[in-house]
């Protein structure tokens, strides 16, 4: 085999673009249709694909609550290996005040990740974009999960995510 070749199957092969694909469909909210693959769930709010803000343009998925009770944002389902490490990243603010928000998942075996309360991300949303991310483990019976947003009533403002991936991590 001449170098050049060698060389060229080793690049593809080292590349980025070798990565394990994004699970979350749409999480980057800039599909055709962007709001595709994300619903309300439970409580009153206005979901909308708005502009991010962040230079090299893009959606972003903008949560506005319209009444007392606590909004419940879901996924589409997302099919995973049960006993599995992923890892969920996202972007997060909050706009005209700093909501309340929860993210965890809820996992086909019938059970919130994690139990108890527990938020993999929990706490009021910064007013500047930031990164987050955690790891977590599929129960042995997982075979699909879906991300849950909660946003607390009479927090303030609206929730904005952006860049939702999922991962398996190893």
């Known amino acids: 085999m001449k170098p050049l070749?060698?060389?060229l199957l080793l690049a593809l092969a080292l590349?980025?673009?070798s990565a394990e694909p994004n699970l979350v469909p749409n999480g980057a909210f800039d599909a055709e249709e962007p709001l595709n693959g994300w619903a309300l769930h439970t409580g009153q709010a206005a979901l909308s694909a708005i502009?991010?803000?962040e230079e090299g343009g893009g959606k972003a998925l903008a949560i506005a609550?319209?009444?007392?009770?606590?909004?419940?944002?879901?996924s589409a389902t997302i099919k995973v290996s049960p006993g599995s490490t992923y890892q969920l990243s996202f972007r997060i603010k909050g706009e005209n005040g700093t909501p309340w928000a929860g993210v965890k998942?809820?996992?086909?075996?019938g059970g919130w990740n994690p139990e108890g309360g527990h938020y993999l991300f929990g706490g009021?949303?910064?007013?500047q974009w930031e990164q987050k991310e955690a790891t977590f483990i599929t129960r042995p019976g997982t075979r699909w999960l879906y991300i849950g947003i909660l946003l607390q009533p009479g927090s303030g403002g609206a929730l904005v995510l952006d860049d939702i991936t999922l991962?398996?991590?190893q």
């Open 5 to 7: 070749p060698l060389l």
């Open 15 to 17: 590349s980025p673009a």
């Open 51 to 53: 502009e991010s803000g």
């Open 65 to 74: 609550p319209e009444g007392e009770k606590a909004v419940w944002v879901r």
């Open 105 to 109: 998942v809820y996992e086909s075996d």
């Open 124 to 127: 009021n949303a910064p007013r």
């Open 167 to 169: 991962h398996p991590s």
